[in-house]
């Protein structure tokens, strides 16, 4: 990379350019505000404010029926990351392996995985295995799904952590008389898990959002409840607002522990 070119990418702005930077976030930040303001007008003109589609907010058992659904979310999501964390290792180890009877497999799952929309898996659960006798509960039916997608994903975020440490971390391993399991387990994956964090959380994330798909199973998840009440009560947006809030203040508790946990990884 030259040395303009590097000024260009990595090097202070001046100050014409911080200038400029800071004139384009007032604008855009100005123009969020608007649009904000349309969108809130917009509700209010067509009566989503009015205190009948919120009144029932103020009893218990509405947020004891959310909660419920919360819980739901939360159990499918949580067995989900364990479904993706542990197969997505596996497929790694696979996907790494020299030879090719289990690397050549490992591939063609984790891009079967990849490919495959989420849905689509869930319409196998929910159609085609009960057909073949084999039936599962609402919760295995998204859960298992979810887990095999998503263990693709992790499968090669996995992979760009291990090929991002330095080969000579591997060369020097060897060099002590470390076995190739022994150079993987205290070597190599301890320092991939820190350059994969981030995106182990984003893929969380994603495993939350997809729970949504319950209503393909009748799954008593946060959105299938969330939808009893809109049918009942007739308030579409309070209520999605109501769900937005609690699934965004579950990412953040995600993404908060993740900073934790990255603290903590040596």
Not at 3 to 30: P, Y
Not at 66 to 77: E, Q, V, W
Not at 169 to 194: C, K
Not at 221 to 239: D, W
Request: glycine share 6%; with cysteine.
């Amino acid at each position: 990379m030259s040395r303009a070119l590097e000024d260009v990418l990595f090097g202070d702005l001046s100050h014409k350019a911080q200038a400029l930077t800071r004139a384009a976030s007032v604008t855009v930040a100005a123009a969020l505000l608007v649009l904000a303001a349309a969108v809130v007008f917009r509700f209010h003109a067509a009566g989503q404010f009015e205190g009948r589609l919120w009144e029932f907010f103020a009893w218990q058992t509405t947020w004891v029926f959310l909660a419920k659904g919360l819980l739901g979310t939360l159990a499918s999501a949580a067995m989900a990351a364990v479904i993706a964390l542990v197969l997505g290792l596996v497929l790694l180890l696979g996907r790494l392996s020299p030879l090719r009877l289990l690397r050549w497999p490992a591939i063609a799952v984790i891009e079967f995985l990849r490919g495959v929309p989420t849905l689509l898996l869930i319409y196998v659960c929910f159609l085609l295995l009960p057909s073949l006798g084999l039936k599962l509960s609402a919760y295995w039916m998204l859960t298992l799904p979810v887990g095999l997608s998503t263990a693709a994903v992790v499968a090669e975020v996995y992979r760009a952590g291990v090929l991002a440490v330095p080969r000579g971390q591997t060369d020097a391993a060897r060099a002590l008389g470390l076995s190739e399991a022994r150079v993987f387990v205290h070597v190599v994956f301890p320092q991939a898990l820190r350059f994969i964090v981030p995106a182990l959380v984003a893929q969380l994330v994603i495993v939350v959002k997809d729970t949504t798909f319950g209503y393909v199973v009748t799954y008593g998840e946060l959105m299938q409840n969330a939808k009893v009440l809109i049918a009942n009560y007739r308030s579409l947006v309070p209520v999605y607002l109501a769900v937005a809030v609690l699934y965004c203040l579950v990412n953040y508790a995600i993404s908060r522990a993740s900073q934790r946990l990255g603290q903590r990884v040596p």
